[in-house]
């Protein structure tokens, strides 16, 4: 399986990205995906999840800023990113969210072992 992310780069604070994940594997429209962010220093943390049936839920520190959705028939997920900051400097993957996972609170083993580059995101003036 890999996952590829793009849609990162340069942007300035209050600006807007939208990232794109695609998955290659049959069983995506069967799974819950979500999507990461590890910056500089810290852990991993899981932004946002959508499941298969669509329903979105997202960490205190994107929600309403940040947007997840999916196309099945593409095997992709997005993330629609608003009102950047500074502090969401990040690589930014896609994966799917292991059993127990709540966004920004817990993570669960993610379902695909390989977590593929990332896309950077970089908010800077």
């Known amino acids: 399986v890999q996952l590829q992310a793009s849609g990162g780069g340069l942007v300035e604070p209050g600006g807007s990205l939208r990232l794109s994940c695609t998955v290659s594997t049959s069983i995506f429209d069967t799974k819950t995906m979500g999507w990461y962010r590890r910056a500089p220093g810290k852990e991993r943390e899981l932004l946002a999840m959508?499941?298969?049936?669509?329903?979105?839920s997202y960490a205190d520190s994107v929600k309403g800023r940040f947007t997840i959705s999916r196309d099945n028939g593409r095997n992709t997920v997005y993330l629609q990113m608003n009102g950047l900051r500074p502090e969401d400097t990040a690589v930014y993957y896609c994966?799917?969210?292991?059993?127990?996972?709540?966004?920004?609170?817990?993570?669960?083993?993610?379902?695909?072992?390989?977590w593929g580059p990332g896309t950077l995101v970089t908010v800077s003036s």
């Open positions: 959508i499941t298969s049936g669509g329903i979105p």
């Open positions: 994966n799917g969210p292991g059993k127990g996972s709540v966004p920004g609170l817990r993570q669960g083993p993610p379902i695909f072992d390989f």
